[in-house]
């Protein structure tokens, strides 16, 4: 049987830390290229899976034997290159955010529908065992009416390569909300069965890294790309309120706070019962029974959550059929993004229409 030859664009940290591997992983995958602006990166991919080093990726998409690729690539080219491939006739999968804006993040999902091509975006939360567990028990009624949800992602002193593409608006298009929030408030959507976003109220402050020399860090994902004579002009601190036509959902989120301790976790709230969900881990289920208080934590069978979302996106090129991190479902996430900027700016709730 002839393997589906895919081109993976931006060979950085999420490429070569999961979209390769899983790749490599899959025996119905053959990848013919291997891509980046940074030839080194490309070539160092190439000559440990094997396959073609390119610094254009134009020439992945226009190669006839391509038949889907994967963008993985800063924040500000991924409408680029998406829509490009798309065009192309090329299946793809964006990672995460799929744009910097609402805006960019419906165009591309405009030429997915005319295109007809699968689009999918990595929020690869979606492919997680103990989420879709929790899914599962919402939906079967364990917590009886979900009304509220609270969530939290707090570090401590983590901003990412200070002064580098992570910090600068106009490469990212925000800070901790486009680049964690992101994730959480798509995993929350996506267990309480996709409500529709009403109003956000939010406000996002940039304080602790603007004073690049003298920020002190206990740790700092993409340290090489950390520039203090670069940009930093987003948001290390985030905070607000969401209705949806479902339950309420308030958040904190923060790369930096002067609390040296890390809150990443997800309260789902029910009137039977709740869930606390630590991120990328396990939960614990909290009811009443016969009048006494009772928690448990659920096992289950988890896989790698990557290897999950490369493996359904391939799977979909076969079957045709649309998954869950397709764009259609992602458009929601983008919306109370950009909502929580937009309010944040103005001073004003935002209330879609």
Known sequence: MEKIKVGVIGCGGIGCGAHIPCYAANDAVEI??????????????????????????????????????????????HPTIAI???????????????????????????????????????????????????????????????????????AHRSIPG??????????????????????????????????????????????????MPNYVYDGMWAEHSKDLNGVYNVEDFVTGFIRTDGPTISFNGCWAQNIQREERYIDFLGDKGGIHLNYCGNFTYYTVEDKKFVNCIPEYNEKDMYQEEIDSFIRSIETGEKLQSHIDYIIKTAKIMQGIYDSSDSGKEVIFD
């Open 32 to 77: 013919k290229y291997f891509c980046d602006i940074i030839p080194e990166r490309a070539q160092n991919a190439a000559k440990k899976y094997g396959g073609i080093a390119v610094t254009d990726y134009h020439q992945v998409i226009n190669d006839p034997d391509v038949v889907a690729v994967s963008v993985c690539t800063p924040n500000n080219t």
């Open 84 to 154: 490009d491939a798309m065009r192309a006739g090329k299946h793809v999968l964006c990672e995460k955010p799929a744009a910097k804006t609402l805006e960019e993040a419906l165009l591309m999902q405009k030429v997915q529908q005319e295109t007809g091509v699968n689009l999918v975006i990595g929020v690869v939360n979606r492919y997680n065992g103990a989420v879709n567990e929790i899914k599962k028990m919402i939906a079967a009624g364990d917590l009886g009416d979900v009304y509220h949800v609270y969530v939290s992602f707090r």
């Open 162 to 211: 200070l002064g580098g593409l992570y910090t600068n608006k106009e490469v990212a298009g925000g800070g901790v909300l486009i680049d964690w929030g992101v994730h959480y408030f798509d995993l929350a959507l996506y267990c309480l069965g996709e409500p529709e976003p009403r109003s956000v109220s939010g406000h996002a402050h940039s304080v602790l890294g603007c004073d």
